[in-house]
Each structure stands twice: as structure tokens, then as C-alpha cells.
T-cell receptor, first 109, second 114 residues
Framework: QKEVEQNSGPLSVPEGAIASLNCTYS??????FFWYRQYSGKSPELIMF????GDKEDGRFTAQLNKASQYVSLLIRDSQPSDSATYLC?????????FGAGTRLTVKP | EAGVVQSPRYKIIEKKQPVAFWCNPI?????LYWYLQNLGQGPELLIR????????DSQLPKDRFSAERLKGVDSTLKIQPAELGDSAVYLC????????????FGPGTRLTVL
């Protein structure tokens, strides 16, 4: 079982819709959770992190964490074509970031 | 503030040849990471440095890969000899002291082994 699992997609949503990206992790002791965005041919860019159960909002982005279910999600409201990218979920254990394979999101105008 | 700098951006070599990648982290960041990213996969940690000390190199294939960070700033990752399966993007990242969650990535070096 992979440490961090994501649906590889592709996920396609129309412009203005809500995009929902999901991630599960295997280590119940994990404490820190991250979402990175990676445009094609570019390096990962941190967009959100969350440490506590519940929701964390930053602009159009909301991260949700449920430690009991070992589940992290990212919601993107009012999706824009510029949001089209691969979204990587990551878990940080004792300094080392463990990444999922990423979900490719396409926002269609 | 300048970001993480990596060179070269692209490298094409024949198998069995050596290759080296260079990374200059963000000024003041004492933690430096080397990751490998295969197509369609997330980055995988190869080695993490705290200053000049390698604190986690458990995922570094030591038979052919080596790394150094002699003065606790720049770092070099070397592969000798390269194999076809080493074709990937090699990413360098850095983070401030005790803030390992704030990792900033460089543009990466795309290696093609023929």
C-alpha cells in the first residue's frame, strides 16, 4: 500500500465549478498535510497546508482534514482555466515530505 | 529574494556516463533536499541535508549515486554510471531552519539517459 494515495484523474470541471481533489494516507501518526500545484514542466508550488482536523480556507482554496478517516481533500471554488495543473498531496513525517502521484485537473472554459 | 537555483536545466547523456547536478538553495535556508520525480509520479526524497550533514539518505542508491554539501550551502548530486532507468527530473528544494514544512522547489534538472 502506498503511503499517500490520490486518484490520478484526469478530473475535468467547467469554469466556475467546484473542483474536489482527494487524498488518503496510511500512517495514522502523520501530523502535517500539504497540497502542491504543479504545472506541466514546472516544479511543485505549495498552495495549502493543514495540521488540524476540520477545514482551512485560503481564498478560493479550502483544505479539509479528517485524521480518523486518514483523509485530506482540497476544494477549489470558482475554478479557472489557470487552475489546470496536477495537484500533489503530501504528508510530512519528521521532516521528510511523502508525496502522492498527483491528480491532473483540467478546467474547461 | 532569489529562489532555488539548479543547473543544468536539461541533460542528455548515454548510459554508463557520469552526470552531476548542482543546486544553490535560498539564502539562509539550512535544510536542503534532493528529490527524484518520474513522469506521472510525485517527487521521491533521495537525501536531506541539515547544513553540511546528510541526516536522511536512506533512499539514495549508494552504489551509483552520491551527494555532497561541503560548506552547508551549495550541493551537488552525482550519478556514476548512469542507467536508462535514471531518466527523470531531479528536483532540489530548501527550507528554513526548523521550518521543514516550508519547502521551496527549484526548477529541476531533466535527465535523459540514452
Amino acid at each position: 500500500q502506498k503511503e499517500v494515495e490520490q486518484n490520478s484523474g484526469p478530473l475535468s470541471v467547467p469554469e466556475g465549478a467546484i473542483a474536489s481533489l482527494n487524498c488518503t494516507y496510511s500512517d495514522r501518526g502523520s501530523q502535517s498535510f500539504f497540497w502542491y500545484r504543479q504545472y506541466s514542466g514546472k516544479s511543485p508550488e505549495l498552495i495549502m497546508f493543514i495540521y488540524s482536523n476540520g477545514d482551512k480556507e485560503d481564498g478560493r482554496f479550502t483544505a479539509q482534514l479528517n485524521k480518523a478517516s486518514q483523509y485530506v481533500s482540497l476544494l477549489i471554488r470558482d475554478s479557472q482555466p489557470s487552475d489546470s495543473a496536477t495537484y500533489l498531496c503530501a504528508v510530512n513525517d519528521r521532516g521528510d515530505m511523502r508525496f502522492g502521484a498527483g491528480t491532473r485537473l483540467t478546467v474547461k472554459p | 529574494e532569489a529562489g532555488v537555483v539548479q543547473s543544468p536545466r536539461y541533460k542528455i547523456i548515454e548510459k554508463k556516463q557520469p552526470v552531476a547536478f548542482w543546486c544553490n538553495p535560498i539564502s539562509g535556508h539550512n535544510t536542503l533536499y534532493w528529490y527524484l520525480q518520474n513522469l506521472g509520479q510525485g517527487p521521491e526524497l533521495l537525501i536531506r541535508y541539515e547544513n553540511e550533514e546528510a541526516v536522511d539518505d536512506s533512499q539514495l542508491p549508494k552504489d551509483r549515486f552520491s551527494a555532497e554539501r561541503l560548506k552547508g550551502v551549495d550541493s551537488t548530486l552525482k550519478i556514476q554510471p548512469a542507467e536508462l532507468g535514471d531518466s527523470a527530473v531531479y528536483l532540489c528544494a530548501s527550507s528554513p531552519r526548523d521550518r521543514y514544512n516550508e519547502q521551496f522547489f527549484g526548477p529541476g534538472t531533466r535527465l535523459t539517459v540514452l
